[in-house]
């Protein structure tokens, strides 16, 4: 029999099919892709090491360039948005250019239905071949197409912008405005090379949220290393190994994970001890700031950093995080005259600034060899992905990805006491950050990161701060605490102890039983250091600290299901439930039971009582099976020399045997017998 093949739901159609298609130059493969199929509401994610080939595989989606073999089919009529990594922008266009390649096809559907008009008006067209423009117009936007697309652009860079050159824009907010004019018409397949790139975090949450807005037919292809936008956004996986395409239908996570990439978790550490509150006393302390200040920016900013902090500032940009990289590292002037950044004498410090990146004007491999011996210098060069070819270049000559291994090449090489990094995930490919994330990690250094990627943050950071209102602000979870807005509430002795003498509210939420985690450790924090209190005030501390502990207790304890019965018996198609009771020896549960069975013990028997439901009887079978669940529960758990239950004058069944017309009764021996625990008693003549 023929397998009919089930069409695809309206809407979702294959957009695009690559078949057997390679791209070749000369020498070289650039891309192979066996097969690849772009349904109609797809998500792809697109991965693979930086110049393994996802932007020549999406301009040979696009159509901007051609395959060597195979063939590239796509559906007829199909509308793609493409947005590549690099636009070109002149220097003399305005805001306004923007909005023309986004109205395009708008524009040119207008022009269909004005000429059939004009044909109409002369007696000449054809009114359903003008209700098919009509509707054709009206799917692109219509007459809002543009009043859409003009609030996007104002939402991102204001109104009264039309005017205004396209250099007078931050390179972020013409990326933003690129994008969300791509997604307001992304047309049928909408094609994204690292959209992220650029974005603060602000930023890149709002393009997250966007994308997710996408309609459910549209197809979209993402080339990105955004982890975190790439498991939020997209539920298929495509990467490149080689030159090679793998494809499968599974979210960006789990794929990787069947790839065996492991994601990775920070533990998140509550600092202690240090002055301000925002340091570790019980690491080596390498670096200390005080009073650090820029204005406009943060005021009185100081720190103790020790060794194995890792520390990770987030924020929007401009929010000053760069700049106060710059006055660790000796770059700035801080406002403060009596600013204090003290490094500890012979400590190796390492300044990842973004546009260096750490490194010098000299080869790579030159000052790869200032720390490390030839062999050591091409083993690390080799493991960051750095070809051979280039190892002699200056970082003037390298690529921006070229780059950024180099500099993860001299940072791993040099061993650095103190590590300062300024968005160090740019331009770095997956396996780098995977690289990034062990070095940083592995506790022999006080690191100091500004990131906009929240997988960097999640997998190094053991506190997440950000700059705002002029304060260096820390949050409650890491990087969690960030998403939902929950800073870390840094109380002074004197504020602890106005309400140590209180009883502390009983925790209704989560955000409660966090609360009173946040007191608990600054009490603890209070209590390690001896000389700061007086014997009443440590008592005092001490005796809050168990009433919070009993808080969170009493919490966990109410939230908490009640305890499943310690006891089950199975006698099909029944099943009984019973936990010990200091009355009746024996309490008794059970689902869908017409009535629960009741036990008395004296003098070693236990007396079962089935009582009939209130409007009914047990059925003679429903009657057996739930006694001898009964039985399978009270021999074991009470041992009761017998079990007897009323006969109803009927026959009894196994194992019970009559103990008058009134009564049946199973003892221990027969019970364990029926059951196979015990032998079965033999006869003298069988023992002869």
Request: hydrophobic content about 40%; charged content about 30%; proline content about 7%.
């Amino acid at each position: 029999m023929q397998r009919r093949q089930r069409p695809y739901p309206e809407g979702m159609e294959v957009r695009v099919h690559l078949k057997e298609v390679r791209v070749l130059e000369p020498g070289r493969t650039l891309v192979e892709a066996p097969s690849w199929e772009i349904r109609g509401g797809d998500r792809w994610a697109l991965t693979g090491p930086n110049g393994s080939g996802k932007s020549t595989l999406l301009s040979l989606l696009v159509g901007r360039r051609n395959a060597s073999e195979g063939s590239v089919l796509r559906a007829p009529g199909l509308e793609i948005v493409w947005l590549p990594q690099q636009t070109v922008i002149a220097d003399d266009g305005r805001i306004d250019d923007l909005l023309k390649p986004a109205l395009r096809r708008t524009n040119e559907a207008e022009a269909l239905m004005r000429a059939e008009e004009a044909r109409l008006s002369q007696g000449e067209g054809d009114l359903e071949r003008y209700a098919r423009l009509v509707e054709a117009f009206e799917r692109t936007g219509g007459y809002e197409a543009r009043a859409k697309l003009v609030r996007v652009v104002e939402r991102i860079v204001g109104p009264d912008v039309w005017g205004t050159a396209l250099s007078e824009f931050s390179p972020s907010q013409l990326r933003q405005v690129q994008l969300a004019l791509a997604m307001a018409q992304p047309g049928d397949l909408l094609l994204l090379d690292e959209p992220s790139n650029g974005l603060d975090v602000v930023a890149r949450k709002e393009l997250q949220q966007a994308l997710r807005r996408l309609p459910a037919n549209v197809a979209l292809v993402m080339a990105s290393h955004d982890r975190d936008l790439l498991s939020t956004v997209t539920r298929q996986s495509a990467w490149l190994e080689g030159s090679r395409l793998r494809t499968q239908r599974m979210r960006f996570d789990d794929a990787a994970e069947a790839r065996g990439v492991r994601r990775r978790h920070a533990m998140v550490r509550r600092p202690r001890g240090a002055r301000t509150g925002l340091g570790d006393a019980s690491g080596e302390m390498l670096l200390r700031a005080r009073g650090l200040s820029r204005e406009g920016l943060f005021d009185d900013v100081g720190f103790d950093l020790a060794r194995g902090n890792v520390w990770v500032l987030l924020g929007a940009g401009g929010s000053g995080r760069s700049t106060l990289l710059g006055l660790l590292a000796a770059r700035v002037r801080s406002d403060q005259p009596d600013s204090e950044v003290w490094l500890k004498p012979g400590a190796r410090f390492f300044d990842g600034e973004s546009e260096s990146r750490g490194l010098s004007h000299e080869p790579v491999w030159d000052q790869l060899m200032r720390w490390v011996q030839e062999p050591r210098a091409a083993s690390l060069l080799s493991l960051v992905g750095l070809p051979q070819e280039r190892w002699q270049a200056r970082p003037s000559e390298l690529s921006g990805g070229e780059r950024a291994r180099a500099a993860l090449a001299v940072l791993l090489g040099s061993e650095p006491d103190v590590i300062i990094l300024d968005e160090p995930e740019r331009d770095l490919d997956l396996a780098g950050m995977d690289l990034l994330e062990q070095a940083l990690g592995d506790g022999r250094s006080a690191v100091l990161v500004t990131t906009h990627d929240l997988r960097l943050a999640e997998a190094i950071g053991h506190e997440v701060f950000s700059l705002q209102d002029g304060n260096l602000v820390a949050w409650r979870g890491g990087v969690a605490g960030w998403r939902q807005g929950r800073p870390r509430l840094e109380a002074s002795l004197d504020e602890v102890l106005r309400v140590a003498d209180a009883e502390p509210e009983p925790a209704r939420s989560p955000e409660d039983v966090s609360d009173l985690e946040e007191e608990q450790l600054a009490i603890e924090g209070l209590l390690e250091d001896p000389l700061r209190l007086s014997e009443r005030d440590r008592a005092r501390l001490e005796s809050r600290r168990e009433a919070l502990i009993e808080a969170r207790m009493a919490y966990y304890e109410a939230a908490s299901p009640p305890p499943a019965p310690r006891y089950r018996s199975v006698e099909p198609p029944l099943m009984l439930w019973a936990d010990r009771d200091p009355e009746s020896h024996l309490r008794f549960t059970a689902e869908d039971w017409p009535s629960l069975p009741h036990l008395r013990l004296e003098h070693g028997v236990a007396h079962l009582v089935l009582p009939d439901p209130r409007n009914g009887v047990w059925l003679p079978w429903a009657r057996v099976a739930a006694l001898r669940a009964a039985i399978a529960i009270i021999f074991p758990v009470l041992a009761p020399q017998a079990v007897q239950v009323s006969s109803r004058r009927l026959e009894p069944p196994p194992p019970f045997v009559s103990l008058d017309a009134d009564w049946w009764v199973v003892t221990r021996t027969m019970w364990e017998t029926s059951v196979g625990i015990a032998a079965p008693e033999q006869s003298q003549g069988s023992r002869r």
